[in-house]
């Protein structure tokens, strides 16, 4: 009921930026979180950052103060600026986006695809 595409990915060199956006269709109105996650080859997939419709954010420890999380509501599009980029942040970069039942709570996850993101030394 929900896609997810992602965008921006690509190579910098460290210490570059890059923004990566994610565009959300079809029930997107049962949204109730977004977040960006990534797994490099050999690692566990890890939480980035996150945001809700209340647009309070959380980040990764590792990020804070790097990566900004933010929402466009009118686009349905939530974007990850990241700055100051490390060889170690290269990775797959995954958009999720958490949907809830009202009635029962129960949560259910859409995955978007990916993009790369490389940053070299």
């Known amino acids: 009921q929900v896609q997810l595409v992602e965008s921006g990915g690509g190579s910098v060199q460290a210490g570059g930026s890059l923004r990566l956006s994610c565009a959300a269709s079809g029930s997107t109105s049962s949204i109730d979180a977004m977040g960006w996650y990534r797994q490099a080859p050999g690692k566990q997939r890890e939480l980035v950052a996150v945001?809700?419709?209340?647009?309070?954010?959380n980040y990764a420890d590792s990020v804070k103060g790097r990566f900004t999380i933010s929402r466009d509501n009118a686009k349905n599009t939530v974007y990850l600026q990241m700055n100051s980029l490390k060889p170690e942040e290269t990775a797959v970069y995954y958009c999720?986006?958490?949907?809830?039942?009202?009635?029962?709570?129960?949560?259910?996850?859409?995955w978007g695809q990916g993009t790369q993101v490389t940053v070299s030394s």
């Open positions: 999720k986006a958490r949907v809830v039942l009202d009635t029962t709570g129960i949560q259910y996850n859409y």
């Open positions: 945001i809700t419709n209340g647009s309070n954010t």
